[in-house]
């Protein structure tokens, strides 16, 4: 911790915020006096309002202890750069395309890591201009796949998926890309639609 830089960013972040001195220290119950000290770097927040402190400036409270505001570079929204958090708790799911903390239910999210493979896939179908993909899966309560996407390099699709479901899905035929399915337990196979989706959807003709 560094009571500078934490001071440079309460300061920075309170006057993007419009906020006078004062009404951040009546927001906090404590002196203005209080917060000028803080900005001015001659002492710290009580480790009681650091929480408070990053929910009205709408950041963490790691950042407010660190003094830093790190900006991600823009990417583009690279799918190659896609990736799913899980929550292991309610079962949300969020993508991103960029570095974020991510949280849910009070507990950090999981970062599904790819598992090579293509065990989850039972049986591929050509139905029109769409994969008609049978998983393997029992989608009971206790093993479903919570969700499927399939990536190319300009878009992806996120299809959910829930207990007691029918573990069949159509997804659009694309030439070249990524099918990955993940699994309630935190495990996420991936392979190859050109390659895994010809051999199998050949096999069922």
Known sequence: ????????????????????QLQL?????????TVSKWERGLGMP?????SKIADIF?????RILNGKLEKNKYNGANPDRLQFFYCN??????TTTAKIEGSCC???????????????????EVVEDEYFVTLDSPMTKENFVTFVSVKSFDKYLVIRLYPEQ?????????????????????KMYSCELDKIFLKKSEKST
């Open 1 to 20: 911790m560094n009571n500078k830089e934490t001071g440079k960013l309460i300061k920075s972040l309170r006057i993007s915020k419009k906020l006078t």
């Open 25 to 33: 220290a009546q927001m906090l119950c404590v002196s203005d006096k």
């Open 46 to 50: 009580d480790v009681s309002l650091i």
């Open 58 to 62: 709408d950041t963490t409270a790691e």
């Open 89 to 94: 708790n309610c079962g949300n799911l969020v």
């Open 106 to 124: 009070g507990s950090k999210m999981t970062i599904l890591q790819k598992i090579k493979s293509d065990d989850i896939i039972k049986d591929v």
């Open 166 to 186: 029918n573990p069949q899905i159509r997804v659009p035929i694309t030439i070249k890309g990524e099918f990955l399915a993940g699994e309630n337990n935190g």
